[in-house]
């Protein structure tokens, strides 16, 4: 079924409003209760420079997070996007919304001139990758790193990669043997 009621906005970190907090915290809420509190507070401590939200009159009803930073990997200096967050309430998945946002998200990371973009996937559910394949992103074979809040390095699978601006970057990045880290915490 199509879904062409909900519209979405752009919002920049720094301008997002107590009610959009508040309404985006009930949201994950909904979304992510197999994510335990202390996974959060140690693993996704990025910030995230914006959001796309999905309004639909005056409230929230799906949304993206999106980050950026530079990573160096191969002695390459790379600037890596990340989406992470996505979600739809219940009442509204399986119509297209959940594509809208991450479309829309791969559209601002292009004008962030980001060179290659990411996220982590739900791989035992959807092996290879359920709506994000269809969007281009592909799975890395190897486990990624990053560092939590203590400051130690953690390993995860699942990690997705589309090339933005440079295919040569995520050849490099996808196909080389080494550890891709991407730096101080999840998305
Ligand atoms: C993932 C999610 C945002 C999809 O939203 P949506 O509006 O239903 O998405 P769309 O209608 O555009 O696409 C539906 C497709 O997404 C697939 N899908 C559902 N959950 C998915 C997931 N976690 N990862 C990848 N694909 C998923 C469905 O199989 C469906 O594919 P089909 O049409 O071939 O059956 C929504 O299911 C959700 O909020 N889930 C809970 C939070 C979550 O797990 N987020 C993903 C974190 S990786």
Redesign the pocket.
């Known amino acids: 079924m199509a879904?062409n009621k909900s519209k979405l906005v752009y919002v920049d970190a720094v301008r997002l409003s107590r009610s959009r907090k508040e309404r985006i915290s009930e949201l994950q809420a909904e979304?992510?209760n197999?994510v335990s509190r202390k996974e959060i507070a140690e693993c996704f401590i990025a910030k995230e420079f914006g959001w796309i939200l999905a309004c639909q009159g005056a409230s929230i009803i799906?949304q993206?997070e999106l980050f950026s930073r530079k990573v160096e990997f191969e002695e390459r200096k790379i600037l890596l996007g990340g989406l992470?967050?996505?979600?739809?309430?219940?009442s509204?998945?399986?119509?297209?919304?959940?594509?809208?946002?991450?479309r829309k998200g791969i559209e601002i990371m292009r004008q962030k001139k980001c060179d290659v973009a990411c996220?982590?996937?739900?791989i035992r559910?959807?092996s290879s990758?359920?709506?994000?394949?269809?969007m281009g992103f592909r799975l890395m074979k190897r486990p990624i790193s990053f560092t939590d809040v203590h400051g130690k390095t953690r390993y995860d699978t699942?990690e997705m990669f589309v090339p933005i601006c440079s295919s040569e970057i995520y050849e490099l990045v996808m196909n080389s043997p080494a550890t891709f880290h991407i730096g101080r915490g999840y998305w």
């Open positions: 879904e979304c992510f197999r799906g993206i992470g967050g996505t979600c739809v309430t219940v509204a998945r399986n119509k297209g919304l959940g594509s809208r946002l991450v996220l982590n996937a739900n559910d959807y990758g359920g709506l994000y394949h269809s699942g």
